[in-house]
């Protein structure tokens, strides 16, 4: 029993001079508890049915306290021997106290990169209804813009139309002006050599023009329409000239004619005055004179030719 228990306490002081991890310690103190109670199951429970049994328990009796009364080892070999198991196991604390850290830390460091990655997703998420939302403005944009252009294009096509058919008739309003006037052009003709045949010599009026008259006595005569409020008249004047005969008392007419070769009106240059007369003096030879005077015409009345004779 001896053997054994030297035996038993070399091993625990083998392996508390060897380094040991807290593993190896747990083993070792499990293993320490399952002696001592195998120990006190044997103290405790001996076998009561068994007289013949008693000297032996005597003796075990004996021998339980003579290894009682073994010397023990100092308390300060214990401490010594327990010394590096402490700082082992202090050191292995330690590092679960690290590793513990070392946990929280990852823990901390995975929740705040959950925590990043649920801000991008609600960023990505916004950016994206953002620009879902700009890509919905932007077709609604386009589809009034062609909208627009569609309704401008309608109405620059029916402007064109109206233009081109504006353009139509004014085009075939200037042909049947064209037409017409050249029909007018040809009647006047007509007319006029009617009336030229009918009353030759007549002159086409010309309104601030100066004519110059075949007439013995009659040098030239200028024609202006006078305008006012109360009537339209036409002034003319005369300038009369004598270079041949040696006194001369001319008798001049001057005669207006409208459009269709109608007499209009005529004024006299008489040397005795009379009714539409206007006196004039003799003239002698070289003299020039001139005189001025009016026609009364009415309004719907225009003259178109006049004569002298």
Same mark, same amino acid.
Do not use: C, W
């Given at each position: 029993?001896r053997n054994? &228990? @030297?035996? @038993?306490?070399s091993?625990?002081?083998?392996?508390?001079?060897?380094?040991?991890?807290?593993? #190896?310690?747990? &083993?070792? *103190?499990?293993?320490?508890?399952?002696?001592?109670?195998?120990?006190?199951?044997?103290?405790?429970v001996?076998?009561?049915?068994?007289?013949d049994?008693?000297?032996?328990d005597?003796?075990?009796?004996?021998?339980?306290t003579?290894?009682? &009364?073994e !010397?023990?080892? @100092?308390?300060?070999t214990? %401490?010594?021997?327990? /010394?590096?198991?402490?700082?082992?196991?202090s &050191?292995?604390?330690?590092?679960?106290?690290?590793?513990?850290?070392?946990?929280?830390?990852?823990g901390d460091?995975?929740?705040?990169?959950r925590?990043?990655?649920?801000?991008?997703?609600?960023?990505?998420?916004?950016?994206?209804?953002?620009?879902?939302?700009?890509?919905? %403005?932007?077709?609604?944009? *386009?589809?009034? %813009? %062609?909208?627009?252009?569609?309704?401008t294009?309608?109405?620059?096509?029916s402007?064109?139309?109206?233009?081109?058919?504006?353009?139509f /008739?004014?085009?075939?309003?200037?042909?049947?002006?064209?037409?017409?006037?050249?029909?007018?052009?040809?009647?006047?003709?007509s007319?006029?050599?009617?009336?030229?045949q009918?009353? !030759?010599?007549?002159?086409?009026?010309?309104?601030?023009?100066?004519?110059?008259?075949?007439? !013995?006595?009659?040098r030239t005569? #200028?024609?202006?329409?006078?305008r006012?409020?109360?009537?339209?008249?036409?002034?003319?004047?005369?300038?009369?000239?004598?270079?041949?005969? !040696?006194i001369?008392?001319p008798?001049?007419? +001057?005669?207006?004619?409208?459009?269709?070769?109608?007499? +209009?009106?005529?004024?006299?240059?008489?040397?005795?005055?009379?009714?539409?007369? +206007?006196? +004039?003096?003799i003239?002698?030879?070289?003299?020039v /004179?001139?005189?001025v005077?009016?026609?009364?015409v009415?309004?719907? @009345?225009?003259?178109?030719y006049?004569?002298?004779?």
């Amino acid at each position: 029993m001896r053997n054994e &228990s @030297a035996k @038993a306490d070399s091993e625990h002081h083998d392996r508390q001079s060897e380094p040991v991890s807290l593993d #190896a310690v747990g &083993s070792s *103190i499990a293993d320490d508890t399952d002696v001592a109670g195998e120990r006190a199951t044997e103290v405790k429970v001996p076998d009561a049915g068994a007289s013949d049994d008693i000297a032996a328990d005597e003796s075990f009796a004996s021998r339980v306290t003579d290894a009682s &009364s073994e !010397p023990q080892p @100092a308390p300060d070999t214990v %401490a010594e021997n327990q /010394r590096p198991a402490g700082k082992e196991v202090s &050191s292995a604390a330690a590092a679960g106290s690290r590793s513990v850290n070392s946990g929280q830390t990852a823990g901390d460091r995975s929740s705040r990169r959950r925590r990043s990655l649920n801000s991008m997703a609600r960023k990505l998420e916004h950016a994206t209804r953002r620009l879902r939302h700009q890509r919905i %403005a932007m077709v609604v944009l *386009i589809g009034i %813009a %062609a909208l627009i252009l569609l309704v401008t294009v309608g109405i620059s096509t029916s402007a064109g139309n109206q233009e081109r058919d504006m353009e139509f /008739r004014l085009n075939r309003k200037d042909i049947e002006i064209a037409k017409l006037r050249a029909t007018v052009e040809q009647q006047q003709a007509s007319i006029k050599g009617f009336v030229n045949q009918r009353l !030759p010599g007549l002159i086409d009026m010309e309104f601030d023009r100066v004519f110059e008259v075949d007439h !013995p006595y009659v040098r030239t005569i #200028a024609f202006t329409n006078v305008r006012t409020k109360q009537n339209n008249g036409y002034e003319f004047r005369i300038v009369l000239e004598n270079q041949t005969a !040696p006194i001369a008392a001319p008798a001049i007419d +001057i005669i207006l004619f409208g459009a269709l070769g109608l007499e +209009i009106d005529r004024r006299k240059l008489r040397v005795d005055r009379g009714v539409n007369t +206007i006196e +004039i003096e003799i003239l002698s030879r070289g003299d020039v /004179r001139s005189y001025v005077d009016s026609f009364s015409v009415q309004e719907d @009345a225009a003259p178109a030719y006049f004569l002298v004779r």
